[in-house]
């Protein structure tokens, strides 16, 4: 098992990242709220992780707080939730906010978290009311550095998430200002598709 990694930021491309640990470059899949507080290419980071091995397939996440990747872990013992909507449910909220949404049982914000139908959200709310309270994030790190096409990068990033092209097209032209990073782009959108 691996449980954490400290190296170097060598990749970033959401949702996956690449991080240098001793020569070895660890791909990762992390959340949007990981991806937005890593730091600029070249800095350190220093990544909770889970490894998963399904059938004939590895696959190693990784998240800048222990909050999100517990959350994580919670989410996929909810019946229908497998790690791909469990990293939506985070790129779409912060624990705090979706430990809110659960507490309230707002099921129309739930549902407009990709891969999030109503059934699935009256499960989390059923299965997560009592285990979302203990969750905590740590402050957040230092933003990234912009990269030289950020429209393109957080559409491809949304559509990552499972957010239809027609959808990405109009959440990225709302949201995108000039000077504005791919992470400031992919926030404003995730809140925007929350509303």
Known sequence: MIGRLRGTLVARQPPWIVVDVGG???EL?????TIFDLPALGG???LCTHYASKDDTVVLYGFLREAERSLFRALQKVSGI???TSLAVLSGASVEEFGRLV??????????????GKKTAERMVVELRDRVDGFAAAPA???AAIPADPAAEAAIAL???GYKPAEVTRLVREAAAPGASAE?????ALKAALR
């Open 141 to 143: 790190g230092q933003a």
């Open 184 to 188: 400031d782009i992919i926030r404003k």
């Open 44 to 46: 350190e980071v220093n």
């Open 159 to 161: 559509q990552a998430l």
């Open 29 to 33: 899949e992390a959340p949007m709220s």
């Open 24 to 26: 070895v470059g660890y």
């Open 82 to 84: 497998g790690a791909k």
């Open 103 to 116: 507490q309230t049982g707002d099921i129309a914000a739930l549902t407009r978290i990709p891969g999030i």
